[in-house]
């Protein structure tokens, strides 16, 4: 073949991509000038249907109207995205195509594109030809500004939040880690609890969610994969979920983790509750890796803190500080060149943003399953965590500020303040509360069961703590004096929860779906009991009237039976 048939089939190929580009490019202008990328975000029928459920939420049939059009709605939402997102690749695509035979011709020629043309053999098609490459050009503009529209990301979340579900429970325990919730939910007298919705989550995981406007997020994890699961409060449909690849510095072999033998609680892939703030979502998993993902569940960074080394597997959970994020990844000791014992605890305090260090804190501790608590000492904030054998607390600079020697053994509940005082229990230890400005013990109680993995519960006036074997006990929170002790006979791996909505009240919720709860008071006053029939490991979120809940493999919600009912 000639140079100049050869410099045809290389133009009939560029006007090919041009035409595939056109009509692309032509489609996607058009669902711009439509407004196609934000109608179902606005969708006014759907905004007054809402409207009207809010105002009269036993209207059966216009609940299921609404969640029928909500779900069409999001399909058509997420169906145009995928489209979008392949007419972008397809002008890239045509892009490559066209700019390569563009150039090839050129090459043939021996010219640049617009350089003068001088008689010779291609003198006529070469003419033809500077013409035909500056419309191309031209076109390649304006493909490449109209990919890039969609290339961009979007200025708001593409899930809207529903203003009747707004929650906000941004890390284990609530905003605070105190397990306090302005709530109304109340269980039923005694029978089954029926949930709202059930939804089964992609992979298995046992960490809480945690909620920003009407969207629950997850994470659920096996050994070789890990997913970010965000979901409708209000009715339970999974909006997305996004695979988390492995970082590069992760191990190829995933660490081992103390599995779920149907009896006990193991720990799995995915045990670490997630957190969440005002923009991102971020998920830790077993191997060691923690990811932020934005609402409309776009990665924005990735990174691999440490690989795990402890004989449970890891189950700290992440939480917010202002614009930092932190992880305690307390560590299995190893040994020096010379057979000594040497810390491979490490405490990171990462910038929200980019994921990267803003301190990482060499910690004298072994393995620890707790997560840190931030608490306010007179006129700072300081960040609490414990394990064998210290509670120790660190200021913003990253500096310790005090450290008090009293935990045993495997350290797992998590810390807790309420009025000025913190409180921290493990089993084997006791329980203590401590001045969180001094760092001085206030008191402590050695006798007796205490917890192994349940966070303790508090108020300014009561202490409770509660076992793995369902040993609920009530101490006096100012002088840690035991006022009561009431054996449930119940697995408990979910930590309880103080409801303050209208009566206060204590929930707690067994391994077995089993909910109890009762009255804060000098002695063991029970409310109601109802069984949800599923496992249970997690603790809750509740909100307004509402309970969310993991089991196992689902997602549930469970509302209040009745105003009427409410106790």
């Known amino acids: 073949m000639n140079n100049r048939a050869l410099c045809k089939a290389l133009m009939a190929t560029a006007a090919v991509a041009v035409i595939v580009m056109a009509l692309t490019a032509g489609v996607m202008l058009r669902r711009v000038s439509r407004g196609q990328t934000t109608a179902i975000l606005e969708d006014a029928p759907l905004a007054a249907m809402r409207q009207q459920l809010a105002e009269d939420p036993d209207d059966v049939v216009l609940r299921r109207e609404l ?5 069409a709605r999001m399909r058509e939402h997420f169906s145009d995205i995928a489209l979008s997102r392949l007419g972008t690749w397809v002008l890239l695509g045509g892009a490559v195509v066209l700019i390569g035979s563009l ?16 008689e010779g053999d291609f003198a006529t098609f070469s003419r033809r030809q500077s013409r035909v490459q500056g419309a191309m050009v031209a076109l390649l503009a304006v493909c490449a500004a109209v990919g890039g529209y969609y290339a961009m990301p979007a200025e708001k979340p593409l899930v809207a939040p529903v203003p009747k579900f707004a929650l906000d429970s941004k890390r284990f325990r609530g905003n605070d880690g ?3 919730v302005a709530a109304t939910f109340t269980l039923p007298d005694s029978g089954q609890l029926a949930p709202t919705w059930s939804t089964r989550l ?22 070789s994969s890990r997913k970010i699961v965000c979901m409708a409060a209000s009715t339970g449909r ?3 979920d996004i695979a988390i690849p492995a970082s590069p510095e992760a191990p190829d072999e995933h660490p081992e983790v103390l599995k779920d033998d149907g009896e006990e609680a193991g720990t799995g892939y995915a045990a670490a509750s997630m957190a969440a703030d005002g923009e991102r979502v971020y998920a830790l998993f077993a191997n060691g890796d923690l990811a932020a993902v934005n609402f409309d569940g776009r990665v924005l960074w990735s990174r691999h803190l440490l690989t795990p080394k402890n004989q449970y597997g890891l189950a700290t959970s992440p939480i917010v500080w202002g614009d930092r994020v932190v992880v305690q990844f307390d560590q299995t000791p190893g040994e020096d060149d010379e057979g000594n014992e040497k810390h491979q605890s490490k405490l990171f305090i990462l910038d929200a943003k980019t994921g990267g260090n803003v301190h990482v804190i060499s910690r004298d501790v072994p393995d620890s399953w707790t997560t840190p608590l931030v608490v306010s000492a007179g006129e700072r904030e300081l960040l609490v965590t414990s394990a064998l054998p210290w509670v120790i607390a660190y200021d913003r600079d990253g500096n310790e500020a005090w450290r008090v020697e ?4 495997d350290v797992a509940p998590s810390p807790t303040c309420v009025a000025g005082r913190l409180f921290v229990t493990m089993e084997g230890a006791g329980l203590f509360a401590i001045d969180p400005v001094k760092g001085e013990v206030l008191w402590e109680h050695t006798d007796g069961d205490f917890p192994d993995i349940v966070s303790p519960l508090a108020t300014k006036e009561y202490v409770w703590t509660l076992t793995t074997s369902g040993v609920l006990r009530c101490f006096d929170a100012a002088s840690g004096k ?4 009431q054996p449930l006979a119940k697995r408990c791996y979910a930590s309880p929860m103080l409801l303050t909505g209208g009566t206060t009240r204590v929930l707690i919720v067994s391994a077995d779906g089993e909910m109890l709860s009762f009255a804060p008071g000098e002695t063991f006053v029970p409310l109601a009991e109802a069984n949800l029939g599923e496992t249970v490991y997690a603790t809750p979120l509740v909100v307004g009237d509402t309970m969310l809940i993991r089991g196992r493999r689902k997602m549930m919600r469970v509302d209040s039976p009745s105003k009427e009912g409410a106790k």
């Open 406 to 409: 009293c935990m045993t053994g």
């Open 67 to 71: 969640r029928a059009r909500d779900h």
């Open 482 to 485: 035991e006022l009561w002790k």
């Open 103 to 118: 150039l090839s011709v050129s090459a043939l020629e021996g010219q640049r594109f617009f350089r003068p043309v001088r």
């Open 238 to 240: 999974i909006y997305w």
């Open 178 to 180: 105190s397990g306090h």
């Open 202 to 223: 992609p992979l298995p995981g046992k960490g809480s969610a945690v909620a920003v406007g009407d969207r629950l997020f997850v994470s659920a994890a096996t050994a």
